[in-house]
Protein backbone atom coordinates (compact mmCIF):
# COMPACT_ATOMS: atom_id res chain seq x y z
CA UNK A 1 0.00 0.00 0.00
CA UNK A 2 2.74 2.56 1.19
CA UNK A 3 4.32 1.99 -2.34
CA UNK A 4 1.19 2.27 -4.61
CA UNK A 5 0.60 5.75 -2.74
CA UNK A 6 4.08 6.57 -3.73
CA UNK A 7 3.76 5.33 -7.34
CA UNK A 8 0.65 7.40 -7.75
CA UNK A 9 1.81 10.63 -6.30
CA UNK A 10 5.38 10.76 -8.43
CA UNK A 11 4.30 9.53 -11.59
CA UNK A 12 3.15 12.56 -12.96
CA UNK A 13 6.16 13.89 -13.01
CA UNK A 14 7.76 10.64 -14.48
CA UNK A 15 5.30 10.81 -16.97
CA UNK A 16 5.57 14.11 -18.06
CA UNK A 17 9.46 13.66 -18.61
CA UNK A 18 9.07 10.81 -20.95
CA UNK A 19 5.97 11.09 -22.51
CA UNK A 20 5.40 12.95 -25.79
CA UNK A 21 1.53 13.62 -24.90
CA UNK A 22 0.50 14.56 -21.30
CA UNK A 23 -0.85 13.36 -17.34
CA UNK A 24 -3.40 14.31 -16.27
CA UNK A 25 -3.19 14.76 -12.03
CA UNK A 26 -6.42 14.69 -9.65
CA UNK A 27 -6.09 15.18 -5.97
CA UNK A 28 -10.09 15.22 -4.92
CA UNK A 29 -12.03 15.36 -1.36
CA UNK A 30 -16.21 14.37 -1.81
CA UNK A 31 -18.56 13.55 1.39
CA UNK A 32 -22.35 13.76 1.80
CA UNK A 33 -24.09 16.91 2.95
CA UNK A 34 -27.26 14.81 3.34
CA UNK A 35 -28.48 11.77 2.79
CA UNK A 36 -29.04 12.88 -0.95
CA UNK A 37 -26.59 15.99 -1.77
CA UNK A 38 -23.24 15.03 -2.02
CA UNK A 39 -19.89 17.65 -2.01
CA UNK A 40 -16.64 17.57 -4.00
CA UNK A 41 -13.73 19.78 -4.03
CA UNK A 42 -10.61 18.65 -6.61
CA UNK A 43 -7.57 19.81 -7.81
CA UNK A 44 -6.80 18.91 -11.10
CA UNK A 45 -2.87 19.18 -12.91
CA UNK A 46 -2.04 18.28 -16.62
CA UNK A 47 1.67 17.93 -17.73
CA UNK A 48 3.19 18.51 -20.95
CA UNK A 49 5.87 16.62 -22.33
CA UNK A 50 7.47 20.26 -23.08
CA UNK A 51 6.15 22.69 -21.49
CA UNK A 52 5.57 21.68 -17.96
CA UNK A 53 2.27 22.23 -16.36
CA UNK A 54 -0.08 23.11 -19.26
CA UNK A 55 -2.98 23.42 -17.25
CA UNK A 56 -3.92 23.94 -13.42
CA UNK A 57 -7.58 23.76 -12.13
CA UNK A 58 -9.58 23.43 -8.73
CA UNK A 59 -13.05 22.39 -8.91
CA UNK A 60 -16.17 22.31 -7.13
CA UNK A 61 -19.67 20.47 -7.50
CA UNK A 62 -22.75 19.29 -5.88
CA UNK A 63 -24.61 16.18 -7.12
CA UNK A 64 -28.04 15.45 -5.89
CA UNK A 65 -30.07 11.50 -5.90
CA UNK A 66 -33.22 12.23 -7.89
CA UNK A 67 -33.53 8.61 -7.77
CA UNK A 68 -30.97 5.26 -7.63
CA UNK A 69 -30.99 5.58 -11.27
CA UNK A 70 -30.52 9.78 -11.77
CA UNK A 71 -28.23 11.84 -10.28
CA UNK A 72 -27.66 15.35 -11.26
CA UNK A 73 -25.17 17.64 -10.48
CA UNK A 74 -23.55 21.00 -11.19
CA UNK A 75 -20.01 21.82 -11.06
CA UNK A 76 -17.49 25.82 -11.08
CA UNK A 77 -13.92 24.92 -12.52
CA UNK A 78 -10.91 27.58 -12.54
CA UNK A 79 -8.97 27.10 -15.14
CA UNK A 80 -5.38 28.18 -15.41
CA UNK A 81 -4.20 27.33 -19.05
CA UNK A 82 -0.47 28.10 -20.66
CA UNK A 83 -1.37 30.12 -23.68
CA UNK A 84 1.02 30.08 -26.95
CA UNK A 85 2.94 33.56 -25.28
CA UNK A 86 4.07 31.22 -22.45
CA UNK A 87 1.44 32.92 -19.96
CA UNK A 88 -1.20 31.26 -18.05
CA UNK A 89 -4.75 32.49 -19.00
CA UNK A 90 -7.36 32.53 -16.50
CA UNK A 91 -10.87 31.13 -17.81
CA UNK A 92 -14.32 30.11 -15.81
CA UNK A 93 -16.24 27.06 -16.25
CA UNK A 94 -19.84 26.06 -15.27
CA UNK A 95 -20.95 22.46 -16.05
CA UNK A 96 -24.44 20.93 -15.58
CA UNK A 97 -24.73 17.55 -15.86
CA UNK A 98 -27.37 14.45 -15.91
CA UNK A 99 -26.33 10.99 -14.71
CA UNK A 100 -27.74 8.20 -15.16
CA UNK A 101 -27.00 4.52 -14.01
CA UNK A 102 -27.50 1.18 -14.49
CA UNK A 103 -26.51 -1.76 -12.42
CA UNK A 104 -26.75 -4.80 -15.14
CA UNK A 105 -25.61 -7.65 -12.50
CA UNK A 106 -23.61 -7.45 -9.16
CA UNK A 107 -20.60 -6.93 -10.81
CA UNK A 108 -21.31 -4.72 -14.08
CA UNK A 109 -22.75 -1.44 -14.00
CA UNK A 110 -23.35 1.13 -17.23
CA UNK A 111 -23.77 4.91 -16.83
CA UNK A 112 -24.27 7.26 -19.04
CA UNK A 113 -23.40 10.97 -18.48
CA UNK A 114 -24.96 14.58 -20.78
CA UNK A 115 -22.79 17.45 -19.68
CA UNK A 116 -23.53 20.86 -20.75
CA UNK A 117 -20.69 23.59 -20.19
CA UNK A 118 -20.24 27.05 -20.62
CA UNK A 119 -16.70 28.37 -20.27
CA UNK A 120 -15.60 32.10 -20.57
CA UNK A 121 -13.20 34.66 -20.40
CA UNK A 122 -12.57 37.94 -19.84
CA UNK A 123 -10.03 40.17 -20.52
CA UNK A 124 -8.67 44.16 -19.95
CA UNK A 125 -8.93 46.34 -22.66
CA UNK A 126 -5.15 46.57 -22.20
CA UNK A 127 -4.45 42.84 -22.56
CA UNK A 128 -4.81 42.84 -26.37
CA UNK A 129 -7.26 39.77 -26.14
CA UNK A 130 -10.95 39.56 -26.76
CA UNK A 131 -13.70 38.36 -24.46
CA UNK A 132 -14.49 34.63 -25.19
CA UNK A 133 -17.17 32.14 -24.90
CA UNK A 134 -17.82 28.15 -25.71
CA UNK A 135 -20.21 26.19 -24.92
CA UNK A 136 -20.17 22.59 -25.15
CA UNK A 137 -22.42 19.21 -24.72
CA UNK A 138 -20.75 15.99 -23.53
CA UNK A 139 -21.90 12.52 -24.13
CA UNK A 140 -19.75 9.97 -22.22
CA UNK A 141 -21.12 6.10 -22.06
CA UNK A 142 -18.90 4.63 -19.05
CA UNK A 143 -19.22 0.37 -18.25
CA UNK A 144 -17.58 -0.27 -14.78
CA UNK A 145 -16.44 -4.01 -13.57
CA UNK A 146 -16.03 -5.27 -10.47
CA UNK A 147 -13.56 -8.42 -10.62
CA UNK A 148 -14.32 -10.39 -7.98
CA UNK A 149 -11.42 -10.97 -4.99
CA UNK A 150 -9.27 -8.96 -6.47
CA UNK A 151 -8.66 -4.94 -5.80
CA UNK A 152 -8.88 -4.19 -9.56
CA UNK A 153 -12.31 -2.33 -10.54
CA UNK A 154 -11.81 -1.86 -14.44
CA UNK A 155 -13.63 0.53 -16.61
CA UNK A 156 -13.65 1.78 -20.52
CA UNK A 157 -15.74 4.69 -21.78
CA UNK A 158 -15.51 7.07 -24.48
CA UNK A 159 -17.19 10.92 -25.07
CA UNK A 160 -18.18 12.89 -27.44
CA UNK A 161 -17.66 16.46 -27.36
CA UNK A 162 -20.40 18.96 -29.96
CA UNK A 163 -19.37 22.54 -29.56
CA UNK A 164 -22.38 24.88 -30.18
CA UNK A 165 -21.60 27.78 -32.54
CA UNK A 166 -23.50 30.14 -34.35
CA UNK A 167 -24.53 28.46 -37.75
CA UNK A 168 -21.26 26.09 -37.34
CA UNK A 169 -22.11 23.91 -34.60
CA UNK A 170 -19.82 20.66 -34.70
CA UNK A 171 -18.74 17.60 -33.41
CA UNK A 172 -15.01 18.98 -32.20
CA UNK A 173 -13.53 16.25 -30.67
CA UNK A 174 -13.50 12.23 -29.22
CA UNK A 175 -12.11 10.37 -25.91
CA UNK A 176 -11.83 6.82 -25.68
CA UNK A 177 -10.41 5.70 -21.92
CA UNK A 178 -9.68 2.99 -20.37
CA UNK A 179 -8.13 2.25 -16.59
CA UNK A 180 -8.78 1.21 -13.09
CA UNK A 181 -9.45 1.94 -9.55
CA UNK A 182 -8.07 0.30 -7.07
CA UNK A 183 -10.12 -1.06 -4.21
CA UNK A 184 -8.17 -0.72 -1.11
CA UNK A 185 -9.19 1.55 1.75
CA UNK A 186 -13.30 2.27 1.91
CA UNK A 187 -12.42 5.87 2.70
CA UNK A 188 -9.73 6.77 -0.44
CA UNK A 189 -10.31 5.96 -3.43
CA UNK A 190 -6.98 6.00 -5.97
CA UNK A 191 -7.13 4.97 -9.86
CA UNK A 192 -4.94 5.17 -13.15
CA UNK A 193 -5.82 4.98 -16.63
CA UNK A 194 -5.09 6.33 -20.66
CA UNK A 195 -7.14 8.06 -22.69
CA UNK A 196 -7.41 8.17 -26.73
CA UNK A 197 -7.59 12.32 -27.00
CA UNK A 198 -8.54 13.10 -30.97
CA UNK A 199 -9.41 16.63 -32.30
CA UNK A 200 -12.81 16.43 -35.08
CA UNK A 201 -13.40 19.05 -37.68
CA UNK A 202 -10.49 20.71 -37.32
CA UNK A 203 -10.37 23.41 -40.08
CA UNK A 204 -6.60 25.18 -39.36
CA UNK A 205 -4.90 22.02 -39.75
CA UNK A 206 -4.52 18.35 -39.83
CA UNK A 207 -6.97 16.75 -36.72
CA UNK A 208 -4.19 16.65 -33.32
CA UNK A 209 -4.53 13.20 -31.50
CA UNK A 210 -3.16 13.43 -27.98
CA UNK A 211 -2.38 10.64 -25.75
CA UNK A 212 -2.70 11.29 -21.68
CA UNK A 213 -1.82 9.02 -19.01
CA UNK A 214 -4.30 9.62 -15.75
CA UNK A 215 -3.84 9.36 -12.12
CA UNK A 216 -6.25 10.11 -9.36
CA UNK A 217 -6.77 10.38 -5.43
CA UNK A 218 -9.44 11.34 -4.08
CA UNK A 219 -10.85 10.80 -0.04
CA UNK A 220 -14.61 10.55 1.19
CA UNK A 221 -15.42 12.12 4.31
Do not use: C
Not at 16 to 43: A, H, R
Not at 55 to 61: L, M
Not at 64 to 87: C, E, H, M, Q, T
Not at 155 to 183: A, Q, W
Request: aromatic share 18%; no cysteine; proline share 4%.
Amino acid sequence: MRYLLLFIVFLPVLGFSQSTGQVWSEIGLKGDLTKKLDWSVEVNTRFGSAMGVESFFPQVGLKYKVAKWFRPSINYRFILDLDRYGNYAPANRFMLNASFEKDFNKRLAGEFRIRYQNEFSRWSSNSGYEQSMKQIVRFKPELVYDIKKSIFKPYINSELFYTLEPYNSHFSKLRIGVGTDFEIDDPLSIGVGYIYDKELNNTKGLPSIRHVFTTSIKYKF
